[in-house]
């Protein structure tokens, strides 16, 4: 009889610890665990964010000129041995120093990229002797521009995809125009000064609204404009 009341003993306490331990113990662990799982998945995913996040402004960076493009910490676009500087405010890019600026090209991230649809006006001030290829390449809305009498060379493309430009007024000092200048700009009608002695092939090609060019006399050659 006591034999018996001892393995019934035994055994309720064996089914008892095996039920709490199935039940309650494991159920409370996982919940803890998976918060904590949780809680760790978060912060490596925080984690990798900021490093991503971070990875992207140093690839903004590494595109940008030197410089923010405001009037207190202007870009610095000069050539070498130029010192030339250009911000951007309210609509208008303005471009000052001395020299000729940087040459850029279709695979360049120019700094003011993001915000050339804004810019309206572009105003480049005596001093600045030569403006580089696609400088102003894709500026669309820009209709009003101001070429100052130092001025000596536009590159290749420089005001090409400029749409809303309907005329422009060629300083006398300038002697060359690079190729595809003027490509595909809204330029009507426009006069070459005699001064010029260099025009590139299409430098206005595309010009769809260009409806008179007025040549200088001593061009001894006209390229496939």
């Known amino acids: 009889m006591k034999r018996r009341l001892f393995r019934t003993i035994i055994s309720v306490f064996c089914i008892s610890t095996i039920l709490i331990t199935c039940f309650f113990p494991v159920n409370v662990l996982a919940v803890e665990g998976d918060n904590i799982d949780d809680r760790d998945v978060e912060t490596e995913d925080a984690e990798i964010s900021i490093v991503q996040n971070d990875a992207e402004e140093s690839d903004e960076i590494a595109f940008v000129t030197a410089g923010a493009g405001t009037v207190d910490d202007p870009w610095d676009i000069g050539k070498e041995g130029g010192k030339v500087f250009a ?18 090209n ?11 649809g804004n810019i309206t006006k572009v105003v480049v001030e005596e001093g600045i002797t030569g403006l580089g290829n696609y400088l102003f390449y894709g500026f669309y809305r820009m209709s009003n521009l101001s070429l100052p009498t130092s001025l000596k060379t536009i590159g290749s493309c420089t005001f090409s995809n400029t749409q809303a430009l309907k005329s422009i007024r060629f300083p ?54």
């Open 106 to 116: 279709l695979l360049d991230r120019r700094p003011w990229e993001s915000i050339k």
């Open 172 to 225: 006398d000092s300038l002697t060359t125009i690079g190729e595809g200048a003027f490509e595909s700009s809204g330029l009507k009608t426009l006069e070459i000064p005699d001064s010029v002695t260099s025009l590139g092939q299409s430098a206005f090609r595309n010009c769809r609204n260009l409806r008179s060019i007025i040549l200088p006399e001593n061009m001894t050659s006209i390229p496939n404009l």
């Open 87 to 104: 911000k951007v405010e309210a609509g208008t890019m303005t471009i000052t120093g001395t020299g000729a600026t940087k040459d850029f």
